[in-house]
């Protein structure tokens, strides 16, 4: 049995420190980091979600394919995670803002507790309300 490490309350340091790289597709962005801290958490290589780290017409063409959920949601069904209506700190999800000046853009964030944690383009590490938004989010194992 695969024993998991509980980094969970070190997820805005963890994203921080992403925030202060360079920005780069598929590795700095939230989707890069997204995959970062399920590889940190489970153990288990996540780079099934979207192409090598950079490859930015390739993570286009596979976003044009079916959008940012639909590449997540294969993704991270076929790692086996689950889809929860309650997220926990740890846990990541597919976020569409509904209100706001962010209104109507998409991110994959990490929940900290209390709001989902998501890094933009500008390298800056934003939290999101819950309330702001639509999350579709998967649990990450707890506790195993």
């Known amino acids: 049995m695969m024993t998991w490490t509980c980094r969970r309350p070190r997820v805005r340091p963890f994203l921080s420190a992403i925030a202060h ?8 962005d939230c989707v890069g980091a997204m995959i970062r801290w399920i590889e940190a958490e489970t153990g288990r290589r996540a780079t099934l979600l979207l192409p090598v780290a950079g490859d930015e017409a390739e ?19 076929a790692l086996g995670l689950v889809r929860t209506d309650r997220p926990q700190a740890g846990d990541v999800a597919h976020l569409r803002v509904v209100t706001g000046l ?4 998409e991110s994959a964030a990490i929940h900290d507790g209390r709001h989902w944690l998501t ?16 999350a579709t989010a998967w649990r990450l194992p707890h506790g195993l």
Do not use: F
């Open 119 to 134: 890094i933009s383009r500008q390298s800056r590490l934003l939290p999101i309300r819950p309330a702001w938004c639509d």
């Open 21 to 28: 790289e360079p920005w780069r597709v598929g590795w700095s």
């Open 102 to 105: 962010l209104a109507g853009q």
């Open 59 to 77: 993570a286009a063409a596979r976003l044009a394919e079916g959008g940012l959920l639909a590449c997540m949601t294969h993704g991270l069904d």
